[in-house]
């Protein structure tokens, strides 16, 4: 059974009010995967929000030659397809447990909680909040990562 404490540790819902927590928590499922088992593929339908609770989630897309090539390595408290929470498309990247024997995760049909944040507005404001917070984040390292490359690349 998943706690207020668990998701708590969870960036997205670490601001959640006790109530909000124990309607996510009743909705979360546990999800065990194996180092090297893929979790989700580049191209498929987004249909779940994942948080990592323990363990390597890498997350990648195909290059050319075929090989999978890391973009991101997600790690406890970290959440991931979290867009289609807000009704965006499907999935950049597929993503892999990394690293460690056995990953665990929780992970939320899309649908439940689209449903939970149209039921309950302060719930959908509560999380679309930490959901642009995070993306504001990694788009910020990612402009620093282009722009030290781009510096690399003029010399």
Known sequence: MTTRAVLRDIDMFRDLSDAHLDRVAAAA?????RRGETITREGEVADRLYAVLSGVVEVGRTGRDGRFIRLARLERGEVFEALKVAGAGGRAGTTV?????????LAWEAATLRAMMAEDPALGQALLRALVGRLSVRLHSA????????????R
């Open 143 to 154: 402009s620093e990562a282009v722009f030290t490359l781009l510096q690399a690349m003029s």
């Open 29 to 33: 499922q546990a999800v065990t995967v």
């Open 97 to 105: 447990a990394a690293i460690v024997p056995e990953t665990h995760l």
